[in-house]
């Protein structure tokens, strides 16, 4: 079974400081993670993915396979960044899609 | 391009009713899917079709959902009865293909009394 973790329901931070999203996750075999985003009255969206090692609106996240961990980064938060944040896995192969997600954490970037 | 669509936005109905959902995926969308969103938890997938066939249901409670894609385009899901523990937003995404980026709907918020 595949099961994500994110710890924190809230988060708080100043404009300009950085942040940290923790997502831990636990899967036997081969995962692809992601994270997505949920803005202000607005649709869940795919924010970033490992597979693709890109920087998205200056986040980052690197797959740790021995911590099981996928930790989003950024170095300057800014307040567009307030937004609800989810860590997703699938697992690679014929149950590639199947999304698990975990519980969400809720980012407030104060001015 | 246009987003996926899903109708109603909200729907609110006793206990024992039946009530269905629509999705209209994006335009050449092979893959669509259905998530359940409980209050205070992260979406969970009910089920996925590619094109008009069932990928995955394991986690569909098949004594009450009912989920059919039938000309591999638009899709509907049905609770019936209903409970209150169905009380959830309904989420429809869809995906080019099932390797793609899956694109979400704005949701059917459910509201069992």
């Known amino acids: 079974a595949q099961r994500v973790t994110q710890p924190e329901k809230l988060l708080s931070v100043f404009k300009g400081a950085p942040v940290e999203l923790k997502c831990n996750y636990s899967?036997?075999?081969?995962?692809?993670l992601f994270w997505y985003v949920q803005y202000s009255r607005q649709r869940l969206q795919l924010l970033l993915r490992h597979i693709s090692r890109e920087s998205i609106k200056g986040f980052t996240a690197d797959l740790n396979k021995g911590e099981t961990s996928f930790h989003l980064k950024k170095p300057f938060a800014q307040e567009e960044d307030s937004a609800m944040y989810y860590c997703a896995l699938s697992p690679i192969g014929t149950s590639y899609g199947k999304l698990t997600f975990g519980q969400g954490t809720i980012l407030t970037v104060h001015p | 391009e246009a987003g996926v669509a899903q109708s109603p936005r909200y729907k609110i109905i006793e206990k024992r009713q039946s009530v269905a959902f629509w999705c209209n995926p994006i335009s050449g969308h092979a893959t669509l899917y259905w998530y359940q969103q409980i209050l205070g938890q992260g979406p969970k997938l009910l089920i996925q079709?590619?094109?008009?066939?069932?990928?995955?249901d394991s986690q569909l409670p098949k004594d009450r959902f009912s989920a059919e894609r039938l000309k591999g385009v638009d899709s509907t899901l049905k609770i019936q009865p209903a409970k209150l523990e169905d009380s959830a937003v309904y989420l429809c995404?869809?995906?080019?293909?099932?390797?793609?980026?899956?694109?979400f709907g704005p949701g059917t918020r459910l509201t069992v009394l």
């Open positions: 899967y036997s075999g081969s995962p692809e």
């Open positions: 079709f590619q094109n008009n066939g069932v990928v995955d």
């Open positions: 995404a869809s995906s080019l293909e099932v390797f793609y980026e899956q694109f």
